[in-house]
């Protein structure tokens, strides 16, 4: 039976560089670094799930050994309230000597949630600590981050995982959770994910949470997110004009299958878009989806507005006719 009693990202966290999946030309960089003992400031900029919270982790590892805990340190910007919170925690942290190590590492998560005054400050600090202190900054964007930290780090940037990569992750996790994943599943594990690899691991023990064996629904389920051939079964019934058809598909989405409203919508959208209507009724339907989206932003009741919608969808077929 597979393990439920941890989250397996955490489980299934690299904990040596070289464990790392993807992201080679940056993995042999900081392998370099661990050689030479020692590191500069570092930023790692990249979208969600793809290895910044793990790469600092395996640097620490790596550079101190058994006492990497004792010489590392993790603030998530977004969390902690302002630079003041930050300063007082990262000079507590650094007022003590490193443990077996020449400095000591601060990882400052998500950096590119402090303000540009914080930001500022954080660079004082940063100058301030240098000597004992290496930071580690981690962000979606590194345009957000001031230009006098850029300077004062080296810049890695992590690249989403491409399936291939995502599907050699999923065989891992598998392989030691006795899991059987259909071909369907894995198919539908990487559509979905979309190169994050903290979230298709969380999904496929989410798919996995029922029995070892994981299938298409299983994920479909465990995603909360249409089946592709719902969503077209939705739309093409609403094009024929068959409202209350495309409305009880809708609502099944909507209230078994719990997709959101807005999912609903911007995979509409990605179905025509994708599809293979004549440009005329694309560019018709589109128009339609993106006034519904708007609606649904600026926060109108979902089901409202969806019925609305394949209503409008509907009655372009009369009008035609
Ligand atoms: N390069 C990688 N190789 C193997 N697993 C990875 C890799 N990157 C991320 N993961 C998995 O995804 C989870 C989230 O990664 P993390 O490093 O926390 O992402 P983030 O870029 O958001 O900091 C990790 O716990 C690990 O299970
Ligand atoms: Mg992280």
């Known amino acids: 039976m597979a393990d439920f009693t941890q989250i397996w990202t955490e489980k299934y966290r690299p904990s040596k560089l070289s464990e790392m999946i993807n992201q080679r030309h940056i993995v042999s960089r900081l392998e370099a670094f661990v050689k030479d003992g020692s590191i500069p400031h570092l930023m790692f900029a990249g979208p969600p799930g793809v290895g910044k919270t793990t790469a600092t982790i395996c640097l620490a590892r790596e550079l101190f050994g058994e006492h990497w805990h004792d010489n590392y340190f993790e603030l998530n910007a977004s969390d902690e309230r302002g630079i003041d919170v930050v300063r007082?925690?990262?000079?507590?942290?650094?007022?003590?000597?490193?443990?077996?190590?020449?400095?000591k590492i601060i990882f400052l998560d998500e950096a590119?949630?402090?303000?540009?005054?914080?930001?500022?400050?954080?660079?004082?600090?940063?100058?301030?600590?240098?000597?004992?202190?290496?930071?580690?900054?981690?962000?979606?964007?590194?345009?957000?981050?001031?230009?006098?930290?850029?300077?004062?780090?080296?810049?890695?940037?992590?690249?989403?995982?491409?399936d291939a990569d995502i599907k050699i992750l999923i065989e891992k996790v598998a392989k030691k959770e006795g899991l059987t994943v259909d071909k369907e599943a894995y198919d539908a594990l990487t559509e979905i994910a979309a190169g994050d690899a903290r979230y298709v691991i969380n999904l496929l023990q989410a798919s996995a949470a029922l029995n070892n064996h994981v299938t298409r629904e299983d994920v479909y389920e465990a995603s909360a997110r249409a089946k592709p051939e719902d969503l077209k079964k939705m739309m093409d019934l609403a094009i024929a004009g068959k409202f209350s058809e495309a409305r009880s598909v809708m609502l099944s989405l909507l209230v078994t299958k719990?997709?959101?409203?807005?999912?609903?919508?911007?995979?509409?959208?990605?179905?025509?878009?994708?599809?293979?209507?004549?440009?005329?009724?694309?560019?018709?339907?589109?128009?339609?989806?993106?006034?519904?989206?708007?609606r649904m932003l600026e926060g109108?009741?979902?089901?409202?507005?969806?019925?609305?919608?394949l209503a409008r969808i509907a009655s372009l077929r009369r009008e035609n006719v």
């Open 258 to 294: 719990g997709v959101s409203g807005d999912l609903i919508i911007k995979e509409m959208h990605s179905l025509i878009v994708n599809g293979s209507l004549a440009d005329k009724k694309k560019a018709e339907l589109i128009n339609i989806i993106g006034e519904f989206e708007f």
């Open 300 to 309: 109108a009741t979902e089901v409202i507005q969806l019925d609305a919608l």
């Open 88 to 103: 007082v925690k990262v000079k507590d942290f650094a007022r003590t000597r490193p443990l077996g190590g020449d400095f």
């Open 112 to 162: 590119d949630a402090l303000t540009k005054d914080a930001q500022q400050a954080l660079r004082r600090t940063m100058e301030l600590f240098s000597k004992t202190c290496r930071f580690v900054l981690s962000c979606n964007y590194p345009s957000k981050i001031i230009e006098p930290i850029q300077s004062r780090t080296v810049v890695f940037r992590l690249k989403s995982f491409v």
